[in-house]
């Protein structure tokens, strides 16, 4: 089957760094892409890998490891703003997302 | 720039009523078109998708069917509703192909929180 698995729930406290993990399972694979949601908010699109390596992108940053099936997303300089639910999707055929981690800033 | 529109915005409807809800999108043509459902602190669900006019794809058999009469429009239905089908649902659009190497980033509507009593 077709999943991605990532941690239910991540907390940290305002300007540290976070890092959410994302590990993909797919029949085929062109790439990982990253959405924000605030509750009851709609997802919003972050960044997306297709190749090996890290994507910056202002405080947060994503990693993609093609050999491994993993990537990550990387928040740094957390601020209170950022606490949402961060979801992780691969390209397959389609986008496939995952079940989201929920992201609390604490100050 | 592009816009994408959904209402309504909340539905509370009984078991076994019809459902109709809209979506449409402004400021880009021939967009691929998706409807998806997210239960209560879960991950999104994708039910359909529409490369153009008339061309609907499913992906979960269920009592939820979809048609898009417009190049940017796009309809979720369901002639019976089931109190499974309570959710927030979402429709998106992607400015690539839906599928294949390209990133096909999607942009999704304010969405609609349907609840069945």
């Known amino acids: 089957g077709q999943s991605l698995e990532q941690p239910s729930e991540v907390t940290a406290v305002e300007g540290a760094i976070v890092q959410i993990n994302c590990t993909y399972q797919t029949s085929g694979f062109y790439g990982l892409s990253w959405y924000q949601q605030h509750d009851g908010g709609a997802p919003t699109f972050l960044s997306y890998?297709?190749?090996?390596g890290l994507e910056e992108t202002g405080r947060f940053s994503s990693f993609l490891s093609r050999s491994d099936s993993y990537g990550y997303l990387l928040l740094q300089e957390l601020q209170m703003k950022d606490s949402a639910s961060y979801f992780c999707?691969?390209?397959?055929?389609?986008?496939?997302f995952g079940t989201g981690t929920r992201l609390q800033v604490f100050p | 720039s592009q816009t994408i529109h959904q209402w309504p915005a909340t539905l509370v409807q009984p078991v076994g009523s019809p459902l109709s809800l809209e979506c449409t999108v402004e400021?880009?043509?021939?967009?691929?078109l998706y409807w998806y459902r997210q239960a209560a602190g879960r991950g999104l669900q994708l039910l359909f998708y529409s490369v153009g006019i008339g061309q609907i794809s499913s992906e979960v058999p269920q009592n939820l069917s979809a048609s898009r009469p417009q190049d940017r429009q796009f309809i979720l239905s369901s002639k019976k509703l089931l109190l499974s089908d309570s959710g927030f649902y979402l429709c998106?659009?992607?400015?690539?192909?839906?599928?294949?190497?390209?990133?096909?980033?999607?942009?999704f509507g304010p969405g609609t929180r349907l609840t069945v009593l």
């Open positions: 999707a691969a390209r397959d055929d389609k986008l496939i």
């Open positions: 998106a659009w992607g400015s690539g192909s839906p599928s294949g190497a390209h990133t096909d980033t999607q942009y």
């Open positions: 400021g880009t043509s021939n967009p691929n």
């Open positions: 890998n297709a190749l090996d």
